[in-house]
Structure formats: structure tokens, C-alpha cells
């Protein structure tokens, strides 16, 4: 590291603001980039901690959205005297969900059908036989099996949200994975809902007397 430009605690500050994470991760995949600066940081990290590395040390600068909000203006700000001189680190990484509750239904064992189209019938015991102790010589009674089948039909849950094409272009974190995500996470709960107390009113599906439907 002799001769670094990077030497002085001011000086490595405000290089570390240039730091490109994507220009590392393009070299990674065989892509011609200059990352000298980045190699340069990554050497006074590593100098700084004493340690060593086959890879590289990212300051952890490089994982904060930085943005400004603005020059000063003659108006005084909402905040008070001097708003406009304080920044705010935006930090799509730490996205906060909502809390939602727990989906009951993957610790239940439920059986899940895929690639179905018709209607579906699934034949199941309805009872079984019967067993007892008896004495020495004696008959055992006689048993048998029975049984039923449980027939499916479709019924449709899903859901839709408009999104503008700013939006998706603009948006950190990816509107597009939340939306889908949260999606995701509403229709699991409803569809727990259903199998566990389906009414059968509201094209809800119901699961009374043992007859469940397939929900698409």
C-alpha cells in the first residue's frame, strides 16, 4: 500500500462514497471495468483490519442509497432552521414488511395437487375395521372396510394492482418482487382461511362433510 492515494482518514471517506459495487460483480463475470479504485479500497480495508482476503473488502458504504435533499432555499423548511443541510440515508436493503400472520397450513401436512384441469374425484376409506380382545377359542367379529370418494371443484382466488411504468423503473426497493411477495403472502392466508372454515357462501369453498374443492 505504499504510495495509496487513499492514505489520510479524510482523504479514504470521501473516495468510499465512489466505491462501485457493480463494477466488481461485472469483473466477476468477465466483464472489462475499471476497479482500481475499488481494488485500492478494498487493500486499505483489508491494511486497516489486518487481515487478508482472495476476494474483496466492501466498505459498507457501498450498500447505502445516499440522497440529497436538496440546496438551501430563502424558505424556511417544515423542519425548522437548517433542514435542507441534513441528508438522509435511504436504505431499500432494510425494507420493512407487513406483519402478517403465520400461514397454519405448512405444518399441517396438507396435501397439495398440481397440473390439475377437470374435476377431480379421490376415492378414500370411510371406515375401517374393527378390532377386539377375545378369549382362548372364541371368534373374532367380523369387519370390514368401506368406502367413499371426495370430489373437487375449482374455485378462483387472486387479486390485481395497477402499477405506473415510473414506478418499476424508479422504485428501490422492486415494486414489482413487493407486489408479487405481498400477493404471495394475502392469498396464502385466504386460501388457509378456506380450508380451514370455508363457509361455501361468497364463491368462498367449503370443506363441510368432508368434501373439499380445488381453488386455482
Same mark, same amino acid.
Given at each position: 500500500?505504499? /504510495?495509496?492515494?487513499?492514505?489520510?482518514?479524510?482523504?479514504?471517506?470521501?473516495? =468510499? /462514497?465512489?466505491?462501485?459495487?457493480?463494477?466488481?460483480?461485472?469483473?466477476s463475470?468477465?466483464?472489462?471495468? #475499471?476497479?482500481?479504485?475499488?481494488?485500492?479500497?478494498?487493500?486499505?480495508?483489508?491494511k486497516?483490519?489486518?487481515?487478508?482476503?482472495?476476494?474483496?473488502?466492501?466498505?459498507?458504504?457501498?450498500?447505502?442509497e445516499?440522497?440529497?435533499?436538496?440546496?438551501?432555499?430563502?424558505?424556511?423548511?417544515?423542519? /425548522?432552521?437548517?433542514?435542507? %443541510?441534513?441528508?438522509?440515508?435511504?436504505?431499500?436493503?432494510?425494507y420493512?414488511?407487513?406483519?402478517?400472520?403465520?400461514?397454519?397450513?405448512?405444518?399441517?401436512?396438507?396435501? *397439495?395437487?398440481n /397440473?390439475?384441469?377437470?374435476?377431480?374425484?379421490?376415492?378414500?376409506?370411510?371406515?375401517?375395521?374393527?378390532?377386539?380382545?377375545?378369549?382362548?377359542?372364541?371368534?373374532?367379529?367380523?369387519t370390514?372396510? &368401506?368406502f367413499?370418494?371426495?370430489?373437487?371443484?375449482? *374455485? *378462483?382466488?387472486?387479486?390485481? &394492482?395497477?402499477?405506473?411504468?415510473?414506478?418499476?423503473?424508479?422504485?428501490?426497493?422492486?415494486?414489482?418482487?413487493?407486489?408479487?411477495? #405481498?400477493?404471495?403472502?394475502a392469498? &396464502?392466508?385466504? %386460501?388457509?382461511?378456506a380450508?380451514?372454515?370455508?363457509?361455501?357462501?361468497?364463491?368462498?369453498?367449503?370443506?363441510?362433510?368432508?368434501?373439499?374443492?380445488r381453488? =386455482?
Amino acid at each position: 500500500m505504499q /504510495g495509496s492515494s487513499l492514505q489520510g482518514k479524510d482523504n479514504f471517506e470521501s473516495q =468510499v /462514497g465512489n466505491f462501485s459495487l457493480q463494477k466488481l460483480l461485472q469483473r466477476s463475470l468477465g466483464a472489462k471495468v #475499471d476497479t482500481g479504485l475499488e481494488e485500492e479500497v478494498s487493500q486499505e480495508l483489508c491494511k486497516r483490519e489486518q487481515r487478508s482476503t482472495e476476494g474483496f473488502l466492501v466498505p459498507r458504504a457501498a450498500f447505502v442509497e445516499r440522497r440529497d435533499v436538496g440546496p438551501i432555499t430563502s424558505t424556511a423548511p417544515v423542519a /425548522g432552521p437548517g433542514g435542507k %443541510l441534513i441528508s438522509t440515508d435511504f436504505l431499500p436493503a432494510q425494507y420493512i414488511d407487513l406483519l402478517r400472520e403465520a400461514d397454519p397450513l405448512s405444518s399441517l401436512g396438507v396435501r *397439495h395437487l398440481n /397440473g390439475l384441469t377437470g374435476n377431480v374425484e379421490i376415492p378414500k376409506a370411510k371406515s375401517g375395521t374393527s378390532v377386539a380382545w377375545t378369549a382362548e377359542n372364541s371368534a373374532y367379529s367380523q369387519t370390514e372396510m &368401506a368406502f367413499s370418494s371426495v370430489t373437487l371443484t375449482p *374455485h *378462483h382466488l387472486g387479486a390485481w &394492482a395497477e402499477v405506473s411504468r415510473n414506478l418499476i423503473l424508479q422504485a428501490s426497493p422492486d415494486v414489482e418482487a413487493l407486489l408479487k411477495y #405481498d400477493l404471495a403472502q394475502a392469498m &396464502a392466508l385466504a %386460501l388457509a382461511e378456506a380450508v380451514l372454515n370455508g363457509s361455501g357462501t361468497y364463491n368462498q369453498p367449503t370443506l363441510k362433510q368432508g368434501k373439499p374443492s380445488r381453488i =386455482v
